[in-house]
T-cell receptor, first 116, second 112 residues
Framework: DSGVTQTPKHLITATGQRVTLRCSPR?????VYWYQQSLDQGLQFLIQ???????AKGNILERFSAQQFPDLHSELNLSSLELGDSALYFC???????????????FGPGTRLTVL | KNQVEQSPQSLIILEGKNCTLQ??????????LRWYKQDTGRGPVSLTI?????NTKSNGRYTATLDADTKQSSLHITASQLSDSASYIC???????????FGAGTTVTVRA
């Protein structure tokens, strides 16, 4: 158990809908990262938040947005869903804002999104 | 363009045998290189983290090596077990940045 929690575990929805994925980082970690992993593909970095502020952006679509709240949990909002958005969505947390040195990322169990 | 390439894409080995996975990267400037193990449908779990000054790091039956000059890393699994069946992902961190470059992973299947 990494200490990172994600809800829900599974989500099934229809095209055009909007969903919210939730992530709680490890106790004391200030950074949250969101990743998308489509079937048989590698992890794609979406976005990072550090202590409530957006820190880095990756391949995140305009239909997707995220935020980090004062209690440090984060939500990833996916709207106007398409079939191709079906994937595993992981969040990870680190104590500080960077990934240099030995700053290890701890991954949550993921949310499996299925768009029908 | 910063890239991380892993080989082979997949491999099958018999229980008790050893195997070696490769990772080549072109990330620059380089901060550290990580190997993760990802069981099917689960989040990745860190195996090793190496900075540019380290050339080997072990975690039980897993040993990672790094040659920063040739920009190559390998992950050696000794005396494989059925529980080693997973995807192994090489991840490289930039210096002065907050992003990570992920390899596509090597899928290892250990058979009895």
């Amino acid at each position: 158990d990494s200490g990172v929690t994600q809800t829900p575990k599974h989500l099934i929805t229809a095209t055009g809908q909007r969903v919210t994925l939730r992530c709680s980082p490890r106790s004391g970690d200030l950074s949250v990262y969101w990743y998308q992993q489509s079937l048989d593909q590698g992890l794609q970095f979406l976005i990072q938040y550090y202590n409530g502020e957006e820190r880095a952006k990756g391949n995140i679509l305009e239909r997707f947005s995220a935020q980090q709240f004062p209690d440090l949990h984060s939500e990833l909002n996916l709207s106007s869903l398409e079939l191709g958005d079906s994937a595993l969505y992981f969040c990870a947390s680190t104590p500080s804002g960077g990934t240099s040195g030995r700053n290890e990322q701890f991954f949550g169990p993921g949310t499996r999104l299925t768009v029908l | 363009k910063n890239q991380v390439e892993q080989s082979p894409q997949s491999l099958i080995i018999l229980e008790g045998k050893n195997c070696t996975l490769q990772c080549n990267y072109t990330v620059s400037p380089f901060s550290n290189l990580r190997w993760y193990k990802q069981d099917t449908g689960r989040g990745p779990v860190s195996l090793t983290i190496m900075t540019f000054s380290e050339n080997t790091k072990s975690n039980g039956r897993y040993t990672a090596t790094l040659d920063a000059d040739t920009k190559q890393s390998s992950l050696h699994i000794t005396a494989s077990q059925l529980s080693d069946s997973a995807s192994y992902i090489c991840v490289v961190s930039f210096s002065n940045d907050y992003k990570l470059s992920f390899g596509a992973g090597t899928t290892v299947t250990v058979r009895a």
